[in-house]
């Protein structure tokens, strides 16, 4: 195998893409701070416990977190697939603030499998999470967030779609048979797989209740009316009627917005959300290109349990969707050691411009610049001149 190959669903990222994606964090943490979210950046790698709080550690998040022995203290750490759960620690054990807390971060994470053929194992995760305000202006204030922040970033015409996992959790926990085989109907159901099931149900002993209503969420998509389809179809068990309340509120509180409703879509979250969830489709993504919503109580596996909303989206895949990166205009400059030529590129670069000199008997390959101008010596003087 040759050295340069990379292991699969990993890729490198080029000088122009990877200049749009710096300049989109930079330009989307401004944005951040501008509605009050203070810059957290916890580390890399964790140990395992902290990383996957319990009601994680049988979830999909951790089957997607690569683990390692740590050399220093023999303990099982975990390398974060999802930041989320780290800044829930920082505001329970490290803050521990009485009031409202925001706050955003930015960093890499590393997926052990990648979510879909199409996806990529290692992201730039960017996101923003308020704490300690259990209302829904905590919930518009973010979903307001995540829709100016693709905006921001280039992306039109954005679809908002919202979920509730409590719907799903209703059904199963008035099931037996059904609470062991979550995972496997939450798949089923997010796929909108029919046939995939009945066949779970006729070797697994769920109820025909139960399955009438799976099959039932596979067809609840669409507008508000959804929710009075639910309330009509759906079994009336615990849980099931504050869920759809809980959504109705939502939906009332945001009379500004278009959205669509699908009660089947489970991949909205890593399965630690609690309350209404969101996510954001733009044409030119295969899948959700935001999600997010109400994990309350995350926070208590810290210590310290707290209502909570926010969202996350993947830098990179953000960026990928969008039109190929412009290229910077740049000037050329000759290699020298006049003193009036450093200072003109020096007040040049000074001023925001991108002076390229040109190394001794070398050329330049260059993806990121459009060279258009150069500085010659003519008529006694350095002038920065227009190329032809």
């Keep these: 195998m040759s050295n340069w190959l990379l292991p699969e669903n990993l890729a490198d990222i080029l000088p122009a893409e990877a200049r749009r994606i710096e300049e989109m964090r930079r330009r989307l943490l401004d944005l951040f701070r501008t509605y009050g979210f203070e810059l957290v950046a916890p580390p890399l790698v964790e140990y395992l416990s902290s990383l996957l709080p319990e009601s994680a550690m049988v979830s999909d998040l951790n089957l997607r977190t690569c683990k390692l022995v740590d050399q220093l203290s023999g303990r099982t750490l975990g390398v974060r697939a999802d930041m ?21 971060y930015c960093g890499s994470v590393l997926h052990a499998r990648p979510r879909g053929l199409l996806s990529d194992r290692e992201q730039l995760q960017i996101g923003a999470e308020i704490y300690g305000h259990e209302g829904v202006e905590a919930d518009i204030e973010i979903i307001q967030l995540a829709l100016e922040s693709i905006e921001h970033a280039g992306v039109t015409g954005a679809m908002l779609d919202l979920n509730h ?29 029919a046939a995939g099931l009945k066949e779970l149900a006729a070797r697994s002993g769920i109820s025909a209740t139960s399955l009438d209503a ?53 991949g909205s979250s890593f399965g630690y959300h609690s309350g209404a969830t969101f996510s954001i489709y733009a044409q030119g ?102 190329l032809a």
């Design 285 to 386: 993504w295969h899948d959700a290109l935001v999600k997010g919503g109400r994990y309350d109580g995350l926070g208590a596996a810290y210590g310290r349990s707290r209502p909570a909303t926010g969202f996350s989206f993947d830098l990179r895949k953000l960026s990928s969707g969008l039109a190929s990166a412009a290229r910077t205009r740049a000037i050329r400059a000759p290699w020298g050691r006049d003193p009036e030529l450093v200072r003109i590129v020096r007040e040049l670069r000074r001023a925001g411009e991108v002076v390229i000199q040109v190394l001794p008997g070398q050329s330049h390959s260059l993806d990121e610049f459009d060279v258009d101008r150069e500085i010659q010596h003519r008529d006694g003087a350095w002038q920065v001149l227009p």
């Design 84 to 104: 989320t759960p780290q800044v829930a620690r920082i505001d329970a054990h490290l803050l521990n603030r009485e009031g409202v807390a925001r706050l955003c």
């Design 165 to 193: 996992p409590g719907v799903f959790h209703a059904i199963v926990q008035a099931d037996p048979a059904l609470v062991p085989l979550s995972d496997e109907a939450g798949n089923l159901l997010a796929a909108k797989d």
């Design 214 to 266: 799976l099959l039932a969420l596979t067809g609840l998509y669409g507008q508000s009316e959804v929710l009075l389809r639910a309330r009509d179809t759906l079994p009336d068990v615990p849980g099931m009627r504050a869920a759809l309340d809980e959504l109705e509120v939502l939906i009332q509180a945001l009379p500004a917005y278009e959205f669509t409703i699908d009660l089947a879509d489970m």
